[in-house]
């Protein structure tokens, strides 16, 4: 049978501190079935989904804390199960630019959480440059199928205008 465990490693970002951790993770004997990678500001954090048989999740499990110790790392996992998602017919990927003020976020995870449409992924940030006290964000949602043509994209269209985005787009797709 196949175990599954989910773990976040957070540490200073260095050249090879994450081939360190995933090199870890293989001398256990598991499997990376899913990450992602981010870096903010000096820090790195790593989440992988792995699997293996209940002694090589075990021994992930007993010897992290203390890896992780010795590279600086603070380690977080948690057993889990994978489950099959729920089918959408429709999903969604939504941008938007505008001033950067407090709450932006959970104006948005607000909203979609209110019409029933799910996160996938999520990704924002307050941009520089010539684009300085800018905030983007790009989101992945999953939609419910009963939406007609056109609902899903006004309905963004009402946030994108209460929240004065400077510029937005909605790309629509058919499963």
């Not at 002694?55 to 996992?77: D, V, Y």
């Not at 939504?94 to 979609?112: A, K």
Request: proline share 3%; with cysteine.
């Amino acid at each position: 049978m196949t175990h599954h465990l989910v773990v976040t490693a957070i540490g200073e970002n260095r050249p090879g501190i994450v081939n360190e951790v995933a090199r870890h993770v293989t001398d256990c004997g598991c499997n990376i079935v899913d990450s992602r990678l981010g870096i903010f500001g000096n820090e790195f954090t790593f989440i992988l989904l792995l699997s293996g048989s209940w002694n090589q999740i075990t021994r992930l499990e007993t010897t992290l804390p203390l890896f992780g110790q010795s590279l600086a790392l603070i380690t977080m996992m948690k057993r889990t199960q994978v489950l099959s998602q729920p089918s959408y017919a429709l999903s969604a990927d939504v941008e938007m630019v505008l001033t950067d003020r407090p709450g932006i976020v959970n104006r948005c995870t607000q909203f979609f959480s209110d019409r029933g449409w799910d996160i996938q992924a999520m990704q924002s940030q307050t941009l520089s440059g010539d684009e300085s006290g800018k905030f983007q964000a790009h989101f992945q949602l999953n939609l419910p199928e009963q939406l007609a043509d056109g609902e899903a994209e006004d309905t963004f269209d009402q946030l994108c205008r209460e929240l004065e985005c400077q510029r937005h787009g909605f790309r629509l797709k058919r499963k």
